[in-house]
């Protein structure tokens, strides 16, 4: 396949060139899990800055989200054929097979290479890593990378601790292969990962089967060790922010705009003190969306270029850290969208809120 190649000797970068969320109409919000957990309004916003989050209806999965949210930013990049279509999630459709393939088929995509990516939180940030790859491997020359979850498909309703936290969601953005001194290219990666630390975030999997008799519901549902979770976050964001900042050369004050993975705003706000950064640099929507996973920044990406927080020119740090552990950053320069992010919440159904 042939590339728009950069110059001699010089790899395709990936630039980002179309953009778009999307969630569902659900709402639940603080109010509606008081009345069925041990919880309050007070609690949840003081120690997690969220107000409401966006749910599935029953019957509706991951690629139903990701469908909608990659539509909409193939038609923000004007495009309508990509080569890759990548999906990361940590709550894929199934268990086999990946969720990108039908994801692509239903977008009209059949054909193009298609996988998905578990890296948890932090999935999106190593999609754009593996989306650079294939465009300077000269593999594809246009990439769509969809960050997608539906954690209140696994988090139990009955679980407090979690269930305030979560809200499902996706984000997803178009790649075409570029020059790296443009803007929109993202670069400059700064990946990792822990995995001694594998029990604090989990759910499901093979590992069931060594257990005697059916998996407890337990088992099954997700769980955190949130309190250990928070001190890697704000360890791991910082330190990977820095990485990458220190490899492009870039000081804290050439960042115009922190866009991290919207974990909760006290992590978000620890990250940027850490960091030296004044808080207002911080792109966040937690409040009204939540913690969304791989879905996170994309999302708030979609959200602050729609209403022109984020404009053409400004400089940006995107850090995420997520379940394995896993962690990562990368830098971009704000493009020129060939059409603007479309809004991200359906409009189509009005907003519907629910307990
Ligand atoms: O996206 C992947 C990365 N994940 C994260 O970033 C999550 C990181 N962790 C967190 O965001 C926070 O640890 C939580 C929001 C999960 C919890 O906040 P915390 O300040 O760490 O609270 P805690 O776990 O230390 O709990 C403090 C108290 C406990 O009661 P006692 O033992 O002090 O009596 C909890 O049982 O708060 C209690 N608690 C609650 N109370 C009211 C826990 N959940 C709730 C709740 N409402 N929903």
């Not at 069925?36 to 999965?61: E, S």
């Not at 984000?171 to 822990?194: K, N, T």
Request: some cysteine.
């Amino acid at each position: 396949m042939s590339t728009a190649v950069a110059g001699p000797c010089v790899p395709p970068a990936a630039v980002l060139c179309g953009l778009a969320g999307w969630v569902p109409s659900r709402v639940v919000t603080n109010e509606h899990l008081a009345r069925r957990l041990d919880t309050d309004d007070g609690w949840i916003r003081t120690r997690t800055g969220i107000r409401r989050r966006h749910v599935v209806d029953a019957g509706q999965a991951t690629s139903d989200l990701a469908v909608e949210a990659g539509r909409r930013a193939l038609a923000s990049a004007s495009v309508s054929r990509v080569d890759a279509v990548v999906v990361a999630t940590t709550t894929p459709d199934h268990t086999c097979p990946a969720t990108a393939p039908a994801v692509a088929a239903r977008l009209g995509l059949t054909g193009a290479a298609a996988f998905d990516i578990g890296a948890v939180c932090t999935g999106f940030v190593y999609g754009l890593a593996s989306a650079a790859g294939l465009i300077a491997a000269g593999v594809a020359e246009r990439v769509l990378l969809i960050g997608a979850d539906t954690y209140s498909t696994i988090v139990d309703p009955l679980d407090r601790a979690n269930a305030i936290i979560f809200g499902d969601g996706a984000g997803a953005v178009v790649l075409r292969a570029g020059h790296p001194d443009e803007p929109g290219a993202v670069g400059h990666f700064d990946l990792g990962s822990d995995g001694a630390h594998e029990d604090l975030v989990a759910a499901g999997g093979s590992r069931q089967r060594s257990l005697p008799g059916e998996p407890s519901r337990e088992e099954r549902h997700f769980a955190m060790r949130g309190k250990e979770v928070y001190r890697h976050a704000v360890t791991r964001m910082a330190e990977s922010a820095r990485a990458t900042l220190s490899r492009a050369g870039w000081k804290i004050d050439d960042v115009d705009h922190f866009v991290p993975h919207q974990a909760n705003l006290r992590i978000l706000h620890s990250v940027a003190d850490d960091l030296g950064l004044p808080r207002e640099r911080c792109v966040t929507h937690v409040d009204s969306v939540g913690n969304t996973g791989a879905a996170s920044i994309p999302l708030a990406l979609a959200d602050a270029a729609a209403g022109q927080q984020i404009r053409p020119g400004d400089r940006l740090l995107l850090t995420a850290f997520g379940g394995g552990l896993t962690w990562g950053a990368c830098l971009l320069t704000w493009p020129a969208l060939p059409a603007p992010a479309p809004a991200y919440i359906p409009d189509d159904q009005g907003e519907r809120t629910t307990s």
